[in-house]
């Protein structure tokens, strides 16, 4: 069975920066897709930046400019670098994984448990 594994939320002051990481645990044959949410207490999730399997990226209005979303294929990791960063980023973020199993198999999507980022001073 598959489980994500984040790391790197925190508290930070406005202006600073952080990475996060996400990593499967157990075997996997590739990540496909990634994506990074957030949610802020009262509201609804958000999905803050998109990593497609071909190398695209997007990003939420919100953060385009200063998140960068990544992956390490040979560490089967992906990350959210985040800078210059806002009291409203405060948030739970999740990773969510689209990861195949095999070769021939569909992915299957994954959520990470989620790690709290603060911005305040």
């Known amino acids: 069975q598959v489980q994500l594994v984040e790391s790197g939320g925190g508290l930070v002051q406005p202006g600073g920066s952080l990475r996060l990481s996400c990593a499967p645990s157990g075997s996997i044959f590739s990540i496909e897709r990634v994506e990074w949410h957030r949610q802020a207490p009262g509201n609804q999730r958000e999905l803050v930046a998109t990593?497609?399997?071909?190398?695209?990226?997007n990003y939420a209005d919100s953060v385009e400019g200063r998140f960068t979303i990544s992956r390490d294929n040979a560490k089967n990791t992906v990350y959210l670098q985040m800078n210059s960063l806002k009291p409203e980023d405060t948030a739970i973020y999740y990773c969510?994984?689209?990861?195949?199993?095999?070769?021939?198999?569909?992915?299957?999507?994954?959520w990470g448990q989620g790690t709290q980022v603060t911005v305040s001073s």
């Open positions: 969510q994984l689209s990861i195949k199993s095999n070769l021939f198999g569909p992915p299957r999507d994954y």
């Open positions: 990593l497609t399997s071909g190398g695209s990226r």
